[in-house]
């Protein structure tokens, strides 16, 4: 057998934080803890890489698999990857070592626990990514809200133990369900292995109820209207470091889970529910993209925008076209890159400041033109101009939805005048006008770590956004397969 | 070659935007400046080719996106149409920034300024050379970016910054409807490119449409959407509020982009999409009647505001729309003249009104002027040729091109035709009375500035007059040299070759005769008439105010637009938001969700505690309750 490389991903970042977990966390060895932590990350990453490298693009079979006898004729740990998940890995992969890198000051007691939990939780991440059995795959899914909850309840700001609360409450709801469905998957077919459920496929009678168990889940991670207020709550109380985990990797899971499960194994729910995501997502375009216009703290009104942009995602998802669904992957990385970045930006602000509230700002662009010019780019990315990475995925789901639907497209555009007017609202009230606070005076640019993660992230925006090849070519085959797989199945319904 | 006419404004926002800091000021200044006008120069190579040796060319520079059947490149398309473009956006963009060294003296962020202004240019040549919709609104949004960062380039000032995301947003509504004309143009061909669209025209000639329950012609829906783009990018009417508040931006910008280049994106669409315009009757009667519409409202706007630069911003947004009504009537190349002629003599007019700012340092108020013809001679001398330019006094520029456009509005023969005909003759007498209301406020009369004396009033340098010079020369003879190019001579027309499409040929009829001699009277009798009004007899001029004063404060309020439009969008938007945000997030979804549900476990709880108060006599009488129930269900089963 070859070298197990999705598992060595899986477990790498875990044996980095097995070994924090016997380092003794005292003040003086602080830095050492993260470097122990970063080395692990990062190596993480570049195994990734090599992944990608040695990915072969032109077949929608699952590569790198691995398959283990867990519990005898019940479950299998059998992992692999396509086209539509390998590009998720990577952005885990990539986005953990920033994370890492920006938790410096914000961060003071249990600095270890603190590293464990962003690790363990990269682990799971990546379990989900490439789990090829359902229970595998729910095992991660469900994991990995506890480094989260854990994340927000211990290291939150006033009111986490609420937020912390009200996010467990909200995914726990959705993911009963969801394990409900995947036993009866396993009465219904005897088997869990998620290859063979697609050669198999699912009595149409059953499709209907399994779906709308999965879409519990999902919808509440993802997260849709109206189940989407636990995650400005969320993100308001949680530490800068959280924030980004949650809104660049975590909320991914649920759009990767409606392509791989709600498209690819129960298709002919899918196509008698496109009507109700439809809506939801354009509800949720148009609503929390008024309400983020409306929002006075910093984190909160990207928190609102996250929930707009995937938006934008379920509904290029269920397009069930290539343009759609392709579009949807590259938002959700977009998303991913933009949204990291943009918590980056409002936690570098409350370092200084500590303060998450608007109008504490104002007047600070000759202070940190450095920060201005990245916070810009990303601000840029995130209403969707051409040239940025945000425009060429909602370009593309719109153009999709426009082919089914006239109205949804419509409606869905009328979000991109919003997000124009909120984010550059947002940008003006922070970074220009006149200085009325004398504090600010006192702020300090980027220093070297922050420009670093920041820049490291706006180069594949801007990169992705003339030249987003790679990402298309990465996911192109196995999309049109899955097109192709269900419009089979739909037509020989 | 070609491309480095794209590349060379790139390279110079580059340089000076990461390197001004290094660089220093200067050098910025002498960089961007000298790589622009390099660009300037191989595209009057390119437009010398294209005259010439009826050179066409599309380059593909790289993949774009290519996701299943969309196909999109990075691309250089070089024919008739677009070289005239790439011409008068190089030659501006030079002459601006050259102009800019000047006016931008005293200013601590020069380095940043020059690099707006390129990366402007570069974005601004991206849109007219594109070869497909794509990169088309890839300009489009991003010259709105640049436009949006130079209006708002005093970020002190709120209401600069206020104008900048007025200005992005308004252009934004526009860029909705063209966003969604591009999906049509894709849902209906399958691409996006334009020659493989405009090849498939005539197969979706019959298509209808029931476009959000309208039944509508594919045709007409594609234009039609199209032409929103167009309005908010050119500030016609209902999206024009934008473009007098975009005013707040330095007087280059305001020459440059929101008189010669930018705002003429939207024309610049309608003629290239010429192809499919002309199948479409009802979408090109709707370009005529809100081209028309916007001259006049503008016109009559422009007559009694006191801003200079508002004054030359409404006035561009008239000229515009004679530009819009000229592609209505199907006379795309006379809507390609005015634009070209327009440019410079508009610039000229901007940059002029810049100068005489920069000699009241910084008053932008009429009625605060006057008196100085002697104290600026130089800049009183080019204003005067703008004027003359702009409201079309015989032999100079304007007069072939906006008098052309009358012509074939005319000859269109249509009803439609006619009333544009008759409203561009009356907005041209508008247009003369409020251009030297404004020369003679600013120039003639009473010194009225009580900030600064007459005496310290001074000409600009000779780095802000050659720009200036150029332009006039261009106002001059641009329109005499260049009017067998652009419209044909005796009828023959080879310059357009195949980048404008006519489905039946232009009238070749000339007008009557009292028709060609009208506007050039009505012109010069304004002349006389406009310097009794404002200056031999001001206290008519007042009395007529005084007169009619609800109407005065109807245009002086610009009929209201800003005011409805904050009633209706911005203000009912807020308060939607904050709704679905108080109410309907945290009372309702929350409210019977999570906090309901807890809310619910608490009260359970509480009640649940009560049993367990520890009280043996409560416990008792608990176990005697239940005893004697299960007795009861033992004795009744």
């Known amino acids: ?493 | 070659m070609e491309i480095s006419i794209l590349a060379l404004p790139l390279i110079a926002s580059i340089i000076s935007g990461f390197f001004g800091k290094f660089i220093g000021d200067r050098n910025s200044e002498i960089v961007t400046s000298l790589l622009v006008s390099i660009s300037a120069v191989l595209s009057a190579i390119v437009f010398y080719e294209v005259i010439f040796n009826q050179y066409e060319e599309n380059i593909k520079i790289a993949t774009w996106i290519n996701s299943g059947s969309l196909e999109v490149n990075w691309s250089m398309k070089i024919d008739a149409l677009s070289s005239v473009m790439l011409v008068v956006v190089t030659f501006i963009s030079a002459l601006v920034h050259i102009y800019s060294i000047g006016y931008m003296s005293h200013d601590p962020h020069k380095s940043r300024f020059m690099a707006y202004l390129s990366l402007f240019t570069f974005a601004m040549l991206m849109l007219v050379t594109a070869d497909n919709f794509i990169q088309l609104f890839f300009g489009w949004e991003g010259v709105g970016l640049c436009s949006y960062f130079l209006i708002g380039f005093w970020f002190k000032k709120e209401s600069a910054n206020k104008a900048a995301i007025k200005a992005f947003v308004v252009n934004r509504v526009g860029d909705f409807g063209f966003a969604l004309g591009i999906f049509l143009i894709f849902y209906l061909f399958g691409t996006v490119n334009y020659t493989e669209v405009f090849d498939q025209i005539s197969t979706v000639v019959d298509e209808k449409l029931n476009f959000l329950g309208i039944q509508i012609y594919a045709i007409d829906l594609i234009c039609i959407l199209l032409f929103i783009g167009a309005m908010g990018k050119s500030a016609q009417i209902f999206l024009h509020t934008w473009l007098p508040d975009a005013m707040e931006g330095p007087t280059p910008v305001s020459a440059l982009i929101h008189a010669a280049t930018m705002v003429t994106a939207g024309v610049f669409l309608v003629v290239r999409c010429s192809p499919i315009y002309e199948y479409s009757e009802l979408a090109l009667n709707i370009v005529t009647i809100i081209g028309m519409s916007t001259a006049f409202f503008a016109a009559s706007v422009a007559l009694v505001q006191t801003d200079i630069k508002k004054i030359i911003a409404y006035s561009t947004c008239s000229q515009l729309g004679y530009m819009f009504f000229a592609a209505g009537v199907g006379a795309y190349n006379v809507a390609m003249f005015h634009l070209f002629t327009h440019a410079f003599f508009k610039a000229l007019l901007f940059l002029g009104s810049g100068s005489v700012i920069h000699a009241f340092k910084d008053e932008q108020n009429i009625n605060n002027m006057g008196g100085v013809c002697r104290k600026l001679p130089y800049t009183y001398a080019l204003m005067i040729i703008g004027t003359l330019a702009l409201t079309g006094f015989p032999l100079l520029s304007g007069f072939y091109s906006k008098d052309a456009i009358i012509e074939f509005a005319y000859l269109s023969g249509t009803t439609t035709g006619y009333y544009a005909a008759g409203i561009g003759i009356f907005t041209a007498l508008l247009t003369s009375i409020y251009s030297w209301r404004l020369i003679f406020k600013t120039f003639h009369g009473q010194y009225n500035n009580k900030e600064i004396k007459i005496e310290e009033t001074h000409e600009s340098p000779l780095i802000m007059l050659i720009p200036l010079i150029i332009l006039s020369i261009g106002a001059i003879f641009a329109g005499f040299i260049f009017k067998d190019l652009f419209l044909g001579y005796k009828g023959i027309n080879n310059f357009w070759n195949e980048s404008i499409f006519f489905l039946e040929p232009l009238s070749t009829d000339h007008p009557p005769l009292w028709f060609l001699i009208l506007t050039p009277t009505l012109v010069t009798i304004s002349i006389p008439l406009a310097y009794y009004l404002f200056v031999k007899n001001k206290n008519f001029a007042t009395q007529l105010v005084n007169i009619n004063k609800p109407l005065y404060e109807f245009l002086f309020n610009k009929w209201y637009f800003d005011e409805i439009y904050d009633i209706l969008f911005v203000k009912s938007s807020k308060r939607f938001g904050l709704f679905l945000w108080k109410f309907f997030d945290i009372k309702v979804i929350d409210g019977f969700g999570p906090d309901g549900i807890s809310e619910l476990i608490k009260k359970f709880s509480i009640k649940a505690n009560k049993f367990q108060s520890g009280y043996i006599y409560q416990y008792a009488f608990v176990m005697l309750l239940g005893f004697s129930a299960f007795l009861t269900f033992l004795i009744v089963k």
């Open chain 1, 1 to 493: 057998m070859n070298f197990p490389i999705l598992s060595s991903l899986i477990l790498l970042p875990s044996i980095g934080a097995l070994f924090l977990f016997f380092t003794r966390s005292k003040s003086e060895n602080k830095i050492t803890v993260k470097y122990v932590a970063l080395f692990t990350t990062l190596v993480n990453f570049f195994l990734s890489i090599y992944l990608w490298f040695l990915f072969d693009q032109t077949t929608s079979a699952f590569q790198f698999v691995e398959d283990r006898i867990w519990i005898e004729g019940l479950i299998n740990y059998k992992v692999g990857v396509d086209g539509i998940s390998i590009l998720f890995i990577i952005l885990t992969t990539f986005i953990t070592p920033l994370c890492i890198i920006s938790v410096n000051n914000s961060v003071t007691e249990r600095l270890n626990e603190f590293l464990i939990a962003i690790l363990v939780m990269e682990t799971f991440m990546i379990g989900v990514f490439c789990s090829l059995d359902l229970v595998v795959f729910y095992l991660f899914f469900e994991a990995g809200l506890i480094p989260m909850f854990l994340i927000i309840g211990i290291w939150g700001g006033a009111r986490r133990v609420y937020s912390a609360f009200k996010f467990f409450l909200f995914t726990l709801l959705g993911s009963v369900l969801m394990l409900v469905a995947i036993i009866s998957i396993y009465w219904i077919t005897g088997t869990t292995d998620i290859v063979q459920l697609y050669e198999l496929g699912i009595d149409t009678k059953y499709q209907n109820l399994l779906w709308l168990a999965f879409f519990s889940s999902f919808a509440v991670k993802t997260p849709m209207w109206p189940v989407h207020t636990w995650l400005p709550d969320a993100h308001v109380e949680a530490p800068t470091a959280g924030s980004v985990l949650l809104a660049a990797i975590l909320l991914k899971m649920a759009g990767y889970g409606f392509i791989r499960f709600s498209l690819g194994l129960f298709p002919s729910a899918s196509e008698l529910f496109t009507p109700l995501i439809y809506a939801l997502s354009v509800i949720a375009i148009i609503f929390t993209s008024l309400i983020a216009l409306m929002q006075e703290d910093m984190k909160k009104l990207i928190a609102y925008s996250s929930v707009a942009h995937m938006g934008f995602v379920t509904l290029g998802i269920f397009t069930i076209q290539q343009q759609g669904i392709e579009g949807s992957i590259i938002q959700m990385i977009s998303h991913g890159l933009v949204s990291a970045a943009l918590f980056l930006c409002v936690g570098v602000v409350y370092d200084r400041m500590h303060s998450r509230l608007i109008n504490t700002y104002g007047g600070i662009v000759t202070i940190i033109p450095k920060y201005a010019v990245l916070f810009m780019v990303f601000t840029l990315a995130a209403l969707g101009l051409p040239g940025t990475s945000g425009f060429v995925g909602e370009f593309l789901i719109l153009m999709a939805a426009f082919k089914d639907n006239f109205l949804v497209a419509v409606l869905a555009s009328l979000g991109v005048i919003i997000g124009a007017a909120y984010m550059l609202w947002l940008y003006k009230r922070v970074i220009f006008g006149k200085l009325i606070n004398s504090e600010l005076k006192k702020m300090i640019d980027l220093n070297k770590s922050e420009t670093f993660t920041l820049t490291c992230l706006a180069i594949p925006t801007l990169y992705f956004g003339f030249y987003p090849e790679p990402l298309i070519n990465t996911i192109e085959v196995s999309i049109s397969d899955l097109i192709n797989t269900y419009n089979y199945s739909v037509a020989s319904k």
